[in-house]
């Protein structure tokens, strides 16, 4: 039957159901009803560690098969799974009833490692994402300089420190172009920082400055700042731009929200939050503002809003659309920017591993204490000695104090594993969460930093879950590139957006479509204790969905480069239609 054949049948059925429904009582009026839908609830058992599917996953010879084409949504939660005749019994007077044509619906994506903060800041700043030179970063900069009034800052974002981590810019050209106005330019993942004369004026950094624990501020052969910091250092630069108001905070919070709910997310994890954010965001979630979850990470950095946590203890009520259960804590720096702590030399930097621990400011005893009292802890680690490191320093709590265990602790990233160390995520009860944009972006230099033998077991994400780890999925936005499709495409074909390389960088590491979606959903959900409630489309689970075009795992199977092209049509958050696609 074809497409528009199909569509008149349900439409005459559901005609009927209707009138009848109209004449009785209906089964119960729901706010929502979706029909005409290819529905994957992901109720079916999870892959092995292989990624060979389940024996009752809803798949054949002939490829996947939809769980269910409708369901129904009241009071925040779905009431109703199944076919859209049975649908049209909750059609109500108030109902909100939409066909989707054939739209594949899955449960609420989750990004599980963001900083929506800083998108949110962004969109004010000056984008130099993509930007190949510095010549070329400098005229952006020069060109919103003649929009400014002198004497503001100009901030700008994206310029890529892995890239660029042979040629640094220094601030010589930045100062003569734009000489009037204070500049911070952030580097794409946040370890790193740019800055003309008048920026590092107004930060108070001189010939004369130390560098904090963990940071580099990179000077030259006479001793004076080049105009750029690593690290730990970068805070020196940002925290001498002048801070939104809480009202702009507020709003900035809430622009980068509705984008996310634009790409088809019904919830985020925010890793590393600090004391004026935390506070907009409760203002949001009081006002009943918030489009979709957050489930926050707060910040160790922060010691007077974690110690402040670590006297109240986390929350636990998963119900909330803001939920503190969480801390997020440093334990080296990047790769790109040599600040991964790795257990031998760089292969393009002899003599040099990184920092890491005590040497990147890790407090080890607040962060045990906030373990103890309860907190899930998600700790920064990217280089093989940061993350042995990292998991030593869990073991060692888990030890002490058994209960610990039960905290589903995470390593953010792990992005560079020792093959001694693969086993003891699972063993531990360890997340890894990972980026699959982070490997399609860093493929470019991440082997300079390794050499070949190393970077088997980078980005490897196919090693860990044959060790039995479930792996939340994420972007690390505004880092990355956010879009769901995208990032779900790297995570089955180990490819970028212009399908290179042909095969799949590394493409032993890849993901299974199953694998994929069950990384930006219900282990998400695992992973913030949240599988009760979401992750899986079942009755009296959150009414959290997301609507896209295409047939997401049968797509991945077969055409898997289609998925670039793929939209979202409609999300919903809490039992809300959020975004529509018109």
């Known amino acids: 039957m074809s497409g528009p054949d199909r569509r008149a049948v349900v439409a005459a059925l559901l005609a ?13 009026e729901a706010d929502i009803v979706l029909v005409d839908a290819r529905v994957y609830t992901l109720g079916w058992g999870e892959p092995d560690t292989e990624g060979r599917s389940a024996a009752n996953a809803p798949r054949d010879s002939a490829g996947w098969h939809p769980n269910a084409e409708a369901l129904a949504v009241k009071d925040g939660r779905i009431i109703f799974i199944g076919t859209s005749g049975e649908a049209g019994f909750y059609r109500g007077k108030k109902t909100r009833f939409v066909d989707l044509h054939g739209a594949t619906v899955i449960p609420g994506l989750v990004d599980s490692h963001t900083h929506v903060g800083e998108l949110g800041r962004n969109l004010s700043r000056v984008n130099l994402v993509g930007v190949k030179t510095e010549a070329e970063a400098v005229a952006r900069i020069a060109e919103r300089a003649r929009q400014v009034p002198a004497g503001e800052w100009i901030v700008g974002y994206g310029w890529d420190e892995g890239a660029w981590a042979a040629h640094y810019p220094t601030l010589r050209l930045l100062s003569e172009r734009v000489p009037s106005h204070p500049v911070y330019l952030r580097g794409l993942h946040g370890f790193a920082g740019w800055a003309n004369r008048l920026g590092l004026t107004r930060a108070g950094i001189t010939r004369a400055s130390a560098a904090p624990v963990g940071g580099v501020i990179v000077k030259d052969a006479g001793g004076e700042p080049t105009g ?11 925290q001498a731009v002048p801070a939104p108001t809480p009202a702009q905070l507020a709003d900035q919070l809430l622009t980068a929200l509705d984008t996310m709910a634009g790409r088809g997310y019904t919830a985020i ?6 004391s004026a954010e935390m506070t907009a965001l409760a203002s949001l979630e009081k006002a009943g503002r918030l489009p979709i979850r957050v489930y926050a990470m707060l910040s160790v950095r922060d010691t007077v809003l974690a110690r402040a946590w670590l ?11 803001l939920r503190v259960q969480a801390v997020k804590a440093f334990y080296d720096g990047a790769l790109g920017s040599r600040g991964a702590r790795l257990l031998a030399d760089y292969s393009d930097s002899a003599g040099y591993r990184g920092v890491s621990g005590a040497g990147y400011g890790f407090d080890r005893k607040l962060v045990a204490a906030l373990m ?4 899930q802890v998600a700790i920064h680690a990217i280089g093989d000695a940061g993350n042995r490191e990292a998991l030593d320093f869990i073991q060692s709590v888990e030890q002490r104090n058994p209960a610990v265990r039960n905290g589903r602790h995470r390593i953010e990233h792990a992005q560079v594993i020792s093959p001694d160390d693969f086993t003891r995520f699972a063993e ?7 980026e699959p944009p982070h ?7 991440a082997e300079r930093r390794l050499g070949p033998v190393r970077i088997r077991g980078a980005y490897a994400w196919r090693t860990m879950r044959h060790y039995g780890a479930r792996i939340p999925l994420n972007s690390d936005l505004p880092g990355s590139n956010f879009d769901f499709f995208y990032g779900y495409h790297a995570a089955v074909t180990r490819q970028d957006d212009r399908l290179q390389p042909p095969g799949g960088w590394h493409p032993e590491q890849r993901l299974t479509p199953d694998e994929a979606l069950r990384g930006y959903t219900l282990w998400a959900a695992i992973a913030s204790f949240s599988e009760l409630y979401g992750g899986v489309i079942a009755p009296g689970r959150w009414a959290d969905l997301t609507v896209v075009d295409l047939d997401l795992l049968n797509v991945a199977e077969r055409h898997p480069d289609s998925l670039l092209t793929g939209k979202v049509m409609m999300t919903l958050a809490n039992g809300k239609i959020i975004f529509e696609r018109h």
């Open 228 to 238: 750029l910091v690593l690290n730990q250092a970068v805070p020196l630069l940002e």
């Open 16 to 28: 009927t159901l209707g009138a009848a429904a109209g004449c009785t009582q209906a089964a119960e």
């Open 311 to 321: 006297a109240r203890g986390p929350q636990r009520d998963s119900t909330r659309m």
């Open 269 to 274: 994890h925010e890793a590393g939050v600090e």
């Open 428 to 434: 531990l009860g360890v997340f890894p969460s990972m």
């Open 372 to 375: 103890r009292k309860g907190f």
């Open 439 to 445: 490997a399609v972006e860093d493929k470019g230099w």
